[in-house]
């Protein structure tokens, strides 16, 4: 097997190879940082280019006009087969490819995009909200009283809990009287679970058994536990989503902790990138006066004449009007966003790139679109590293959606949910919640952020897996509003 990787050679019209080391290949270089070495690759190569990575070869197509041309690929470049392999091994289900699952498996994709946008969007988006609130009330510092926390704490407490009660509902048996106030304790419970098995994903990632990781995999058995179907019948105000995929698998030939195996898994998926993202949105506009200024004249606007809290409520109309706390997590979203798409090529096939360049791909390769070499490139976004928090703003304050690179207007210009047949099902409901957290977080409290850093950097281990978090934390001090009444 060594032999035969060492010995791959460039076939005709093929992309170029970058070999690197026998079997490591480029793993060294491409894993001190992603971004630099496949700047560095497109430079030296162009467009496209082949990359050995610990045994495996991956073309990346750097040129974002030609990411059409991969996404239109469907027949050759599979999606599933990546994503699901990746999946089984890391939260251990069954294999939804296989025969005996594909068929009923493709009815419980398609419930993604059933409960999680159009009408039933707005929904669940009102239940957000509700628990956003009620989280926030129940940690409410006492008035005129500073308190410290994280910024990192202090979202991911805010926006797991509420996030995970609006999926999976709330224990009834924590309602009774004896129980009050358990809820609370309980989802802490998985959140220390869910930052532990996640804390795993770059190893995981990089091809360790999770057996391997002992804390992570317990942690992992403990969240399943807590989502067996047993359990989830003992919750109240489940979401249509879990409710119907509940339902889904019960009809197929499943044991118990394979269904709850898939729930973890769409509980990652809901809450890896979202934490993150959230986190930087508010670290961003907090670092920023005008960014801040400018939110809080568009918050303030919404909420004037509101007769206390209990009141809150923001129709879809006016969340979708907030647009510079909109432009405020795009930005957020286009410097943090690290994920990476692949797909795997079912034949060997010619592919044809936006400039009429044509590739030979092999049957077996990996095809990869990094979308990050497009969210900092220069000549789309000027002074890339920076952040500006109209960037997608127009001239009168209108969402900006035109991007241009070598005069072109681009299609793909902001990708941190991936495109395609995999794009992510839960983008709508994603901006939504952030922007609901950070309206609740900016109408609730006075807010200031520790001075001592000076930038905070993002944990490049994790480049690949989504948003990147912040390497560390960064201590947040927040008190309750007193102008928050206007009536
Ligand atoms: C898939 C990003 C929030 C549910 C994806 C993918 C990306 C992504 C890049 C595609 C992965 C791939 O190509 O392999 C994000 C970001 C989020 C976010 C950046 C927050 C800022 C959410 C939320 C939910 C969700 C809140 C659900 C409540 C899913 C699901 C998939 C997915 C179910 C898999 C789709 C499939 O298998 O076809 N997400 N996501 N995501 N996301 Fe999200």
Not at 36 to 50: H, N, P, R, S, V
Not at 136 to 157: A, D, M
Not at 202 to 208: C, D
Not at 280 to 298: G, I, N, T, V
Request: glycine fraction near 6%; charge should be positive; hydrophobic fraction near 40%.
């Amino acid at each position: 097997l060594l032999s035969a990787l060492w010995s791959r050679r460039r076939r005709e019209n093929e992309p170029p190879l970058v070999k690197g080391w026998p079997f490591l290949g480029v793993i060294l270089e491409y894993g001190k940082n992603p971004l630099a070495f496949l700047q560095a690759a497109q430079e030296k190569y162009g467009d496209i280019f082949t990359c050995q990575l610990a045994g495996k070869y991956f073309t990346f197509v750097t040129d974002p006009f030609s990411f059409s041309s991969v996404m239109r690929q469907g027949k050759n470049l599979d999606f599933q087969k990546f994503a699901m392999g990746f999946s089984q091994r890391v939260f251990g289900h069954a294999d939804f490819t296989s025969p005996l699952f594909s068929e009923s498996y493709r009815e419980v994709h398609m419930l993604f995009r059933q409960t999680l946008q159009g009408p039933s969007l707005e929904q669940l988006s009102e239940t957000m909200l509700a628990n956003l609130l009620s989280v926030i009330q129940h940690g409410q510092p006492s008035k005129n009283v500073w308190k410290e926390e994280g910024l990192q704490c202090f979202t991911t407490r805010i926006m797991f809990e509420a996030g995970f009660v609006t999926l999976f509902g709330k224990n009834s048996r924590l309602l009774q009287p004896e129980g009050k106030g358990a809820i609370g304790t309980c989802v802490q419970k998985a959140k220390r679970d869910f930052l532990a098995f996640d804390g795993a994903f770059p190893k995981l990632a990089a091809g360790v058994p999770i057996a391997l990781c002992g804390r992570a995999w317990r942690a992992r058995e403990a969240l399943t536990k807590g989502l067996l179907h047993r359990e989830l019948n003992h919750r109240i105000y489940v979401s249509d989503l879990i409710q119907r995929r509940m339902d889904a698998f019960d009809r197929m030939h499943l044991d118990e902790t394979n269904k709850a195996r898939t729930h973890v898994c769409m509980l990652w998926a809901s809450q890896a990138n979202t934490l993150p993202a959230a986190f930087w949105s508010l670290y961003y506009m907090l670092r920023h006066p005008e960014a801040f200024a400018a939110a809080r004249k568009e918050i303030d606007q919404i909420f004037t004449k509101l007769p206390n809290d209990k009141a809150i409520s923001v129709p879809k109309e006016k969340l979708e009007s907030m647009i510079v706390l909109e432009s405020i997590i795009r930005e957020a979203l286009r410097l943090s966003s690290a994920s990476i798409m692949i797909r795997v090529a079912s034949d060997d096939f010619i592919l044809t790139l936006d400039s009429g360049q044509t590739a030979a791909i092999r049957k077996g390769d990996y095809i990869a679109l990094y979308p990050r070499l497009i969210h900092l490139d220069p000549e789309i976004y000027p002074d890339p590293l920076v952040f500006k928090y109209n960037r997608f703003l127009d001239e009168e304050g209108q969402r900006r959606n035109q991007f241009y690179k070598n005069g072109r207007q681009l299609k793909h210009y902001l990708v941190p949910f991936g495109s395609g047949a995999s794009e992510c099902p839960g983008r709508f409901f994603a901006i939504n919640e952030i922007k609901q957290f950070l309206m609740l977080a900016l109408w609730h409290y006075d807010l200031q952020i520790s001075e001592h850093i000076d930038t905070l950097s993002p944990d490049r281990t994790r480049a690949g897996l989504g948003i990147l978090p912040p390497s560390q934390d960064i201590l947040l001090r927040y008190k309750t509003r007193a102008d928050r009444y206007t009536e």
